[in-house]
């Protein structure tokens, strides 16, 4: 039986290196304990634009998406209320009552967090939260895309008591892509519009989740701004937002809370002919 007097086991400091990646100033590598304290700091390094590359014309503020198998980390988990918007798909999660306790400050976190806005990705825009397990049925004068993901997602599969696959597979790629929300009042066809959309700026890739008790293992993670990985990474992390779920869903299986949109293509003709009857009777009126 374990001595509970015993000192705690720790690895020493001998393994913590970090030292600077790639050709932009800001981005290091860390190696060792407290990993995750690299990103928590290189969040608050672009919060706070600490290097001029970051700043972005007609800014609505910093955002992240990312991915990790579970985010518990209090200094993570406040530096990401911090930002503008933010969403992190993790590992969907048991329903036994000490799991479901754990779910409690990341529901608390989409609580008080806005979550990410819809229409800043293209890829999102024709997605809503399903109706009665169906996709949603979009008329021609709305819903708009004004909706939001929230903060915290889930996406996988639960553990099924008797099956004969007791480890389902993961989210376990450990992502956070730090970015900008940019607005514009120009449409692309040129009419005024309100337009807002997102620019990926720097990513972190690690082995550290995104938990306090990675704080004491041995890990990596590192920061870089390769064009090639931050388009890559936020396809991957769109298609994860894409097929995700609430933080506690019924579903035992893989069940996307959002579908794209279909819509009423007849009442999508009758608008149409109803607005151009009123133009023809407008052009009869000014005979």
């Known amino acids: ?10 690895f020493s400091d001998e393994f913590d290196d970090e030292f600077p990646v790639g050709g932009e100033e800001g981005n290091n590598a860390y190696f060792g304990t407290n990993v995750l304290q690299g990103l928590v700091e290189g969040i608050d390094d672009f919060i706070h634009e ?3 590359r970051w700043r972005q014309f007609r800014s609505l503020g910093p955002v992240l998406l990312g991915s990790a198998m579970w985010i518990d980390d209090e200094p993570l988990i ?3 209320a911090e930002l503008t918007a933010a969403c992190i798909v993790v590992r969907k999660q048991g329903r036994k009552p000490g799991e479901l306790r754990r779910l409690e400050p990341l529901a608390a976190l989409n609580e008080r967090t806005p979550g990410i806005p819809v229409r800043a990705f293209v890829d999102l825009t024709e997605l809503a939260p399903r109706e009665n397990g169906d ?9 708009t895309d004004d909706g939001a993901i929230p903060t915290i997602r889930t996406v996988g599969f639960r553990p099924l008591k008797g099956s004969l696959e007791s480890s389902p597979p993961i989210v376990h790629a450990k992502l956070a892509l730090l970015g900008n929300l940019w607005w514009h009042d120009e449409g692309p066809l040129g009419h005024v519009a309100d337009v807002i959309g997102f620019r990926a700026r720097r990513l972190w890739i690690s082995s550290a989740n995104f938990t306090r008790s990675s704080r004491r293992s041995l890990e990596f993670g590192y920061w870089t701004e390769d064009p090639a990985l931050l388009s890559g990474t936020e396809r991957f992390l769109i298609k994860l937002m894409r097929s ?9 299986s893989l069940n996307p809370e959002y579908a794209d ?13 109803a607005m151009h009857e009123d133009d023809e ?3 009869e009126e000014d005979r």
Request: aromatic share 8%; hydrophobic share 30%.
């Open 1 to 10: 039986m374990p001595d509970d007097t015993s000192p705690r086991r720790l």
């Open 50 to 52: 600490r290097q001029h």
């Open 135 to 143: 996709p949603l049925v979009v008329g021609p004068y709305g819903p």
């Open 261 to 273: 949109v279909e819509y009423d293509q007849t009442a999508m003709a009758e608008a149409w002919a």
């Open 281 to 283: 009777w407008d052009e």
């Open 244 to 252: 995700s779920e609430g933080v506690d869903p019924e579903s035992d």
């Open 78 to 80: 406040d530096k990401l």
